[in-house]
């Protein structure tokens, strides 16, 4: 799956890259965030950290 995402992103130039960069930042940061305050992820982080991601790289690709 990680696979298939860098090779779509790669098709879209350097606006795909730096979204799936934005992407993976939101997500790691998150993931730790989540795991020093809750010992884990639930479904409720998990569907905030879809609509992060998706803010994150609409802001990264309209500043760019």
Known sequence: AVAAAV???????????????????????????CMQRLDGCTGDTAGALVEMVEAAVLAALAAG
């Open 7 to 33: 090779l779509l992103s790669l098709g879209f130039g350097w606006r795909g890259a730096r979204a799936l960069v934005v992407a993976a930042l939101v997500f790691w940061l998150w993931r730790r965030a």
